[in-house]
């Protein structure tokens, strides 16, 4: 599975865009630890250092199984509906051993932690024994919520004229290089790429090149962080503006 998506929104104002980013940053749901009981410790990180590390690793979700812990039918009181237990244990035989997110033990093996992020490293004859609970949430609660970082940027509209005097100028000036020569004239190679920084048009002694950002045309992109695929994340994100403008219009 990837963790990025870029899309290209077309008619839409910049004001939606933003929207669905605030949606993902703060309002789509993703499992992350919420409660720890440490058994043993005995490693060189105190109790809540180790809890606020386990509470930043991303845990793979189905939003389809899993309920909000307070609208749950348990009442708050955790529930294989609600709440994914994971528990560690582990003692260092060796000289050292790091220990890594994939060392949990989740209650299903379905939803467990995205894998390679070091948690603690362990001396020997160090151990760790701890339990944990995993519950959704959202962004606007805690950052260890959020399930993506997504931004956008508006559609780059490069235009070169008949003043052009293939000077080369704008090419050796632009930092993405996506400027070339094509049959003695300036060809633009991937206009996605564009950053539009207008260094190309402000080395152009003779006007000849423009750069603008279409408004109602926008690049967008998602990078997951691995609880949901990426673009899981934006639907989600749309079918939730769509109930919060029902809402509104209800309200109305």
């Not at 963790?3 to 703060?26: G, H, M, Q, Y």
């Not at 408004?215 to 990426?230: W, Y």
Request: with cysteine; hydrophobic share 35%.
């Amino acid at each position: 599975m990837s963790n990025s998506l870029t899309l290209t929104l077309k008619d839409i104002d910049p004001s939606t865009v933003n929207a669905i980013r605030r949606a993902i940053l703060s309002d789509v749901p993703a499992l992350a630890v919420e409660d720890v009981r440490v058994i043993e410790n005995s490693s060189s990180l105190y109790d809540e250092l180790i809890a606020h590390r386990l509470g930043l690793i991303p845990i793979k979700t189905d939003l389809k199984l899993f309920n909000f812990r307070e609208n749950c039918k348990c009442k708050g009181k955790g529930c294989p509906s609600c709440t994914l237990g994971l528990t560690l244990d582990i003692e260092c035989k060796k000289d050292h051993q790091t220990v890594y997110s994939h060392d949990f033990k989740s209650q299903d093996p379905k939803f467990k932690p995205v894998e390679g992020i070091p948690i603690v490293r362990l001396g020997k004859h160090q151990k760790i024994s701890l339990e944990a609970e995993a519950v959704l949430g959202t962004g606007k609660e805690h950052a260890k919520w959020q399930p993506a970082v997504a931004g956008y940027k508006y559609y780059p509209i490069i235009k070169i004229n008949k003043k052009c005097d293939n000077c080369k100028k704008c090419i050796d000036a632009c930092p993405v290089n996506i400027l070339n020569v094509s049959n003695r004239k300036i060809t633009v190679t991937d206009p996605k790429l564009c950053t539009l920084c207008n260094s190309c048009a402000e080395v152009c002694e003779a006007d000849a090149i423009t750069v603008k950002g279409d408004d109602r045309k926008f690049i967008f992109t998602i990078e997951s962080q691995g609880a949901l695929a990426p673009k899981e994340i934006f639907k989600k994100a749309c079918e939730i503006l769509q109930e919060k403008a029902h809402k509104l219009s209800k309200l109305l």
